[in-house]
T-cell receptor
Framework: EPEVTQTPSHQVTQMGQEVILRCVPI?????FYWYRQILGQKVEFLVS????????KSEIFDDQFSVERPDGSNFTLKIRSTKLEDSAMYFC?????????????FGSGTQLSVL | AQSVAQPEDQVNVAEGNPLTVKCTYS??????LFWYVQYPNRGLQFLLK??????LVKGSYGFEAEFNKSQTSFHLKKPSALVSDSALYFC????????????FGTGTKLQVIP
């Protein structure tokens, strides 16, 4: 089965630094998402992306966050100035058609640790 | 607003016994409901979904879930648990009248004891 791949698997950064988390969605998928999971807590929606623009975002996704699909295959999440509370597992996901009932395919995640 | 509640942090069941993982939801309209499973160091994997029609839906690995509109529940079930079913299970909901956002619960750790 095709997979969503994420790199790196672990990222350690200093508070205030910028980080870029990378994802390669499944090749024929059109809708892309970022979720995060703080240790022991629920999986939280951050943002959805379609047709080269954000289609929906949560209150977590403030001005420190941005997403980009720079080259038609990668899908990145940038955190401009990391905070301690940004430490979490970040999951990328994609779906084929964006129908409301379409299942999501998730990557294995990037564990971000902000020190 | 849409939300999901998974009241049990952990469920322990003996191998071969039936298992149930509970989920209740809240949406303003009609729901799309999902179950995902997460194995260690892996992303979430789709198990099954309820869209419309039969209240009992069947999914991967012998799992099934029952949609109960009056109780706003979508409990995950399996007739006979396997040790390999041990994992973290997430219930999720999307409002049919909403957009792309899927809301997940906090997850329930299923431990199947040999």
């Amino acid at each position: 089965e095709p997979e969503v791949t994420q790199t790196p698997s672990h990222q350690v950064t200093q508070m205030g630094q910028e980080v870029i988390l990378r994802c390669v969605p499944i090749s024929n998928h059109l809708y892309f998402y970022w979720y995060r999971q703080i240790l022991g807590q629920k999986v939280e929606f951050l943002v959805s992306f379609y047709n080269n623009e954000i289609s929906e975002k949560s209150e977590i996704f403030d001005d420190q966050f941005s997403v980009e699909r720079p080259d038609g295959s990668n899908f990145t999440l940038k955190i401009r100035s990391t905070k301690l509370e940004d430490s979490a597992m970040y999951f990328c996901a994609s779906s084929a058609q964006g129908q409301l009932n379409e299942k999501l395919f998730f990557g294995s995640g990037t564990q971000l640790s902000v020190l | 607003a849409q939300s999901v509640a998974q009241p049990e942090d952990q469920v322990n069941v003996a191998e071969g016994n039936p298992l149930t993982v509970k989920c209740t939801y809240s949406v303003s309209g009609n729901p799309y409901l999902f179950w995902y499973v997460q194995y260690p160091n892996r992303g979430l994997q789709f198990l099954l979904k309820y869209i419309t029609g039969d209240n009992l839906v069947k999914g991967s690995y012998g799992f099934e879930a029952e949609f109960n509109k009056s109780q706003t529940s979508f409990h995950l079930k399996k007739p006979s648990a396997l040790v390999s079913d041990s994992a973290l299970y997430f219930c999720a909901v999307r409002d049919k009248g909403g957009y792309q956002k899927v809301t997940f619960g906090t997850g329930t750790k299923l431990q199947v004891i040999p």
